[in-house]
């Protein structure tokens, strides 16, 4: 069983950067990380995943250039960069995971292919 517990949210404003961190417990070197977020009223929307080597990154086309997504594997944990912040990022940040058996590649985009899910953590972007 893996857990995840996202940390390093916050309340910025416009043009900040904040650095979010998703701590994993057990043996995850071998899965791919992604980060979601769900605004207010909104479906929960991919953000950026990582392959489990961090070969293999993907970014939904709104953060790219302003987010970066990492992992420390011999930490187990993985980062999500977030630079030039826009009232717009306004979200709950979730982090998850997903078995890939050490296969290439970053590309799981859709909530049901991440079976492993953290709690969330706020990110506030006043203008």
């Known amino acids: 069983q893996v857990q995840l517990v996202e940390s390093g949210g916050g309340l910025v404003q416009a043009g900040d950067s904040l650095r979010l961190s998703c701590a994993a417990s057990g043996r995850t070197f071998s899965y791919v990380l992604g980060w979601f977020r769900q605004a207010p009223g909104k479906e929960r929307e991919f953000v950026a995943a990582?392959?489990?080597?961090?070969?293999?990154?993907y970014y939904v086309d709104s953060v790219k250039g302003r987010f970066s997504i990492s992992r420390d594997n011999a930490k187990n944990t993985g980062y999500l960069q977030m630079n030039n912040l826009k009232p717009e990022d306004t979200a709950v940040y979730y982090c998850a995971a997903r078995d890939t058996l050490f296969s290439s590649g970053a590309y799981y985009t859709r909530r049901n292919e991440y079976p492993y899910w953290g709690q969330g953590t706020q990110v506030t972007v006043s203008s």
């Open positions: 990582i392959s489990w080597n961090g070969d293999s990154t």
